[in-house]
């Protein structure tokens, strides 16, 4: 088996903020995502990644810069937090394409003053 | 772009019922149709897939896909209180690695 990590679990931030978030995974999965995810709705995908340096724009990439440095990892990062906002950034991974099980990690937690 | 809709938005069902839950999608080259299921504070995690019209039984679960009216639909039979969570949809077209997720249907079983 594997694990997914995010860090941190939670994020407060001022507007304005850049803020990143970090993902970690040791499945050895080609494809990472970023998912928004508010007040327990649905996800909205905002970035993925189907290998090491690749980034694919998602509906909800406005506002967000991801980088894929490592195959094991993925980061997301606020460019600029809004006053307010409060969301759960879901990370996950998937063994290669769209039809295979994502693996989700447990969240960071984001609430901006 | 895909659209992916659930209804309903919440459903409370006694222990024992049979709970239904659909999903509909937009985009007729779908070709991945997916169940997952996220109890309160917890990571989503992946119950059940279909790739082809028609239904799938695993355990207490089961999917029904119908391409052509776009369609598909969770069912769980004997639904336990352990069942209570958010369960969402997921949909992708064989062209893309995008996975569409659904706006999500709350299910709680009482006791």
């Known amino acids: 088996g594997g694990i997914i990590t995010q860090t941190p679990k939670f994020l407060i931030g001022q507007e304005g903020q850049k803020l990143t978030l970090k993902c970690q995974q040791n499945f050895n999965h080609d494809t990472m995502y970023w998912y928004r995810q508010d007040s327990g709705k649905g996800l909205r995908l905002i970035y993925y990644?189907?290998?090491?340096?690749?980034?694919q724009k998602g509906d909800l990439s406005e506002g967000y810069d991801a980088s894929r440095e490592k195959k094991s990892s993925f980061s997301l990062t606020v460019t600029s937090a809004q006053k307010n906002e409060m969301a759960v950034f879901l990370c996950a991974s998937s063994i290669r394409q769209y039809q295979d099980t994502q693996y989700f990690g447990p969240g960071t937690r984001l609430l901006v003053l | 772009q895909q659209k992916v809709q659930q209804s309903p938005e919440s459903l409370i069902v006694p222990e024992g019922a049979m709970t239904s839950l659909n999903c509909t999608f937009s985009?007729?080259?779908?070709?991945?149709f997916a169940w997952y299921r996220q109890h309160s504070g917890k990571a989503p995690k992946a119950l059940m897939s279909i790739f082809s019209n028609g239904e799938k039984e695993e355990g207490r679960f089961t999917i029904h896909l119908n391409k052509a009216s776009l369609h598909f639909s969770l069912h769980i039979r004997d639904s336990q209180p352990s069942d209570s969570a958010l369960y969402l949809c997921a949909v992708a077209a064989s062209n893309t690695n995008k996975v569409v997720f659904g706006t999500g249907t709350r299910l709680q079983v009482l006791p």
């Open positions: 990644s189907i290998t090491e340096n690749d980034l």
């Open positions: 985009d007729s080259a779908s070709q991945y």
